[in-house]
């Protein structure tokens, strides 16, 4: 499993939960929450890349591997944005 796509991925997931706390509680200007969500996040994470080497493990390693990759990224990514969000919301706190 390439764990440097994976690693990518859920680093991006935790910055974008994070940034989403922040800037909300921050009042930023949606065109900033774009560009670090969109324009930051979206291009750091390698998604397609992920795909890729997924279907590329379903040819030459099987479905298993590739079924491991899947949950790996999607529940390690999921799991990032949310400490990415609590994370936010605890230095909101002590800001308090």
């Given at each position: 499993?390439?764990?440097?796509?994976?690693?990518?991925?859920?680093?991006?997931?935790?910055?974008?939960?994070f940034?989403?706390?922040?800037?909300?509680?921050?009042?930023?200007?949606?065109?900033?929450?774009?560009?670090?969500?969109?324009?930051?996040?979206?291009?750091?994470?390698?998604m397609?890349?992920?795909?890729?080497?997924?279907?590329n493990?379903?040819?030459?390693?099987?479905?298993?591997?590739?079924?491991?990759?899947?949950?790996?990224?999607v529940?390690?990514?999921?799991?990032?944005?949310?400490?990415?969000?609590?994370?936010?919301?605890?230095i909101?706190?002590?800001?308090?």
């Amino acid at each position: 499993m390439p764990v440097n796509i994976l690693i990518v991925n859920v680093l991006g997931s935790f910055i974008l939960g994070f940034f989403s706390v922040m800037s909300t509680a921050l009042n930023l200007d949606q065109k900033y929450t774009l560009l670090v969500a969109v324009g930051f996040c979206g291009s750091f994470t390698t998604m397609s890349s992920f795909e890729l080497e997924t279907v590329n493990l379903i040819d030459t390693q099987g479905l298993r591997l590739a079924a491991l990759e899947i949950v790996a990224n999607v529940g390690l990514s999921f799991i990032a944005v949310v400490a990415g969000r609590i994370l936010g919301y605890a230095i909101l706190g002590l800001m308090l």
